[in-house]
């Protein structure tokens, strides 16, 4: 087996690898062989064969650990990551690979242990490899394999001895199953996942399938039980409902009638422990009996339409990789579960096998998906892609063969895809026809199928707000992508869901809400899956020794993609983003509104199939911020689907404050995800008494120039500005346009029309913004007057090389003891397109007391913008300016807290008044300036800041999802304009 032809071999496995199974529970004898591992990294694949040789002398070569990624170990010593999105980082050149191509060679010494069967078969068997492995026992090879996120088994019978043994190992980073793994994330070679020896019994099980079905409150199982004739009899038992059953024969297995039984589900996820036992081995199982089905465009499990609150969920952590760690993991699901997740897609491959037992226990609908993806080939016009290529045939069936087999047994999996971004063609279908005849329950998904030829729903990423809607009505004027009419009509018959959609990278993503609202409205949308759960970062440290989290580019690729890694809910260091805490006020399984005279609280169940009984909703009253009442609601039992409503308790107002009742669904005992009194929804109603508007400044009467030097209540000023505020250091305030781009700013607009005037198509706000200068403008006085008690400045901003421009006029004014400021902000006509923000900026050197802490009564408790505002609620908060703003993995605008009422900021604080409109401005608070945010790459490449600067916006733009998705929805762009903000300093 020559290496340069295996190399470019499609051909999935070679030698003595076994027939695909179950990954079971079983008790047969095994052995990990996880642990450290004699290793030598070399930079090419032309090698002798002297790994496998029982002779050589491994003493001089390194130690590693197994499972690892050698490019994590031993401080770049051996390689580094690579990131690509779809690039490929070598040639395209299917099926070849680069000589420079580096492998890894791994040795391990083992003692077969005494007592193992004699007539048992000794198999060795690998979780995860990338990318291929060739296996020696003994210096003779058993044999070779690809496929980095499956299974393979080898027997290695005949090789292994009693007492001591070499296991050799030679991995290749590269080979031609690259071509099908181009998946969005790291390149991270070597051995990442188990490692086990075991002897399987000659009267063992070789498979077990239980199949199981729900249906008028009872189950039922459809065995299939792979084993020969010695093995039998056999043996099913279900202690919990009372079944045994012995199949004496292999004609005998046949399907069982159970009884009654609870149903599993994603909320309700009953399991039942179940053994299969042969003569030689006993396997154990978690049951659940769900049934899953399409009827019409209905996506069903247990007879009830599924509605998909999903992640996208890589493998990924900054130390390991994607070495499965089962605390990490049960903690990550955990945490979906407090935040409404309700369904995973395994992007883009099968996870470790124990992810799935947790998602069984704890309850997740889970789409699996094969490890595919050939994205690279999109480049050139997708020309010698392999999923149209019959020499490819064997790899895509194989891929899809280990992905069902090894995983066929989880009720938690309710649908199969083929993999992600492989554009189309003969393979694939001919991988759907397989898993159709091997598991016709389970429906089969690949979104790249955009006819509807070889597929079962009807799949599509960030397609935006209008053209969903489109699909969930008939619309049968608007074409779908890629279709001939009669496609697009088969296709609406389908159920839809988005496999992804709200790219969910840096500050973002918007418009959460809406797409929520199409799947509440439009039976045929059974949701979908953020992109996605977490970000990639890799924790390195730089020259000086400072940690942070690493993306595409940080080690030096030759090609890469950036930043584009660091798209999740969830950063690097597990700490939840506000995206997904809006994303949890979103999917919020129960509704909670208000009846339109405020006298009932409507409580809408939004679940699949469990009631709203283990659920207590408490409430309280608060006036401005400050709690003055609370307890609990006489709520009915709420079944799914259905919606009750609840009398709301009197509610005492406020004479002169705001008046605001918060009612909370919790959980009224603790369940496996979250203690008891977790919030799982929210809502609240202004009951504020209407009353006249606050009084503005008064109008000067005369103005006369000046020299501006004036000391004014608690500020002095020179030449019209702010020199002192409080007796500390302060300027401003200085007009701010500009915020520090969010990944979403970055980003390409969407060709969709409905969102053309507020975006030009393949160009990028913040590339419009830097072009108009909005990050360099300036400043010129153009008068300052003085009147009794007041002060008075106008001035003109603007870029250099622009006609554009914004005329500014401050009004400070001492008034009841307080300094009132008003900002007039006004443009000329002709500013080209959206803009960032329109506020004020206030710079507060520390003066040897930093300003790093703030108290405010207003929306919180973490930062909103206007199409991100579901989970912000009115109260009183308190946070440190770390606390305030988000370490995005590139930095960027962060902070903004809309509508706020009051600032306290220790030596002063500041009352906001509405505008004309009876809008609130927002606040942030930052230790650098937009322009200083902007230009760093990394959070640790901030500049040292000796000052606070205190933002007042009138107005933010929108968030969006045009990193990769739709932009700003119209209604949330902001259009140049004129406007006013008001504030009130007291000290």
Known sequence: MPVPRLLSDTAPAHGAVRTPRSWLHS??????????????????????????????????????????HWVLQGDGRYGRPIYTNVQFPFPIEPPFVPDENPTGDYRRHFDLPAGWPDDARIVLRFDGV????????????????????????????????????????????????????????????????????????ADGLEDVWLRTGFADGRGTIDPEVTATDDAFPVTLRLPELGVEVVWATPAEVAPVAI????????????????????????VSLRVGFRTVEIRGDR????GRRVVFHGMNRHETHPERGRVFDEEHARAELIRMKRFNVNAIRTSHYPPHPRLLDLADELGFWVVLECDLETHGFEKAGWRDNPSDDPRWRDAYLDRMRRTVERDKNHPAIVMWSLGNESGTGANLAAMSAWVHDRDPERPVHYEGDYTGEYTDVYSRMYSSVPETEQIGTDGSLAPLLGCTPAQGARQRTKPFLLCEYAHAMGNGPGALDQYEALADAHPRLHGGFVWEWRDHGILTRTADGTPFYAYGGDFGEVVHDGNFVMDGMVLSNDLPTPGLHEFAAVAQPVALTFSEGAEQLIVANRRHSASAADLTLQ??????????????????TVAAGDAERVALPAVPRSDDGETWLTVEAVLSEDAPWAPAGHVVARAQLDRTPSRAARRGSPAAAEWRDSAGTVDLGLASFDRGGLVRLAGRRASGPRLELFRAPTDNDEGAASSDPTYSDASIAGVSS??????????????????????????????????????????VETIWAAIDGELELRVEIEPTAGWPSVWPRIGVRFDLPDDGSPIDTAEWFGTGPLESYPDSTRAAYVGRFRASIDQLNVEYARPQETGHRTAVREVDLGTFAFTTLADSRGRLPGFSLSRHTPQQVAAARHPHELPTSDTTHLFVDAAQHGLGSRACGPDVWPEFALRPEARTLQVRFRA
């Open 27 to 68: 008790d047969v004898p095994s052995l990990s062989l996880n642990g450290e591992w004699r290793f030598r990294l070399s930079p090419s694949a032309d090698l002798p064969d002297d790994v496998a040789s029982p002779s050589l002398d491994d003493a001089a070569w390194d130690s590693l650990p197994v499972p690892a």
């Open 299 to 302: 996506f069903l499990v247990n």
């Open 259 to 282: 009884g009654a039984v609870d149903p599993w589900t994603a909320e309700s996820p009953r399991l039942y422990d179940a053994t299969v036992a042969s003569r030689g081995e006993t």
């Open 766 to 807: 913040a590339q419009l913004w830097r072009e108009q200068g909005l990050d360099r403008l300036t400043h010129r006085l153009v008068s300052v007057q003085e009147a009794p008690g007041a002060l008075r400045t106008v001035t003109r901003v603007s870029a250099a090389n622009s006609v554009d421009s914004v005329t």
């Open 130 to 201: 990338e990318s291929l492995y060739r296996v020696w026992v003994n210096g003779t090879e058993a044999g070779a394999a690809s496929g980095s996120r499956l299974a393979h088994e080898f027997d290695v019978t005949d090789l292994v001895r009693a007492g001591a043994n070499l296991l050799s190992v030679r991995v290749h980073q590269w080979s031609a199953a690259s071509y099908l793994e181009d998946q969005d994330q790291w390149w991270l070679p070597g051995i990442f996942r188990d490692v086990t020896l075991s002897a399987r019994p």
């Open 619 to 636: 409430w309280r009253v608060e006036h401005d911020g400050r709690e003055t009442a609370s307890g609990v609601l006489e709520a009915p």
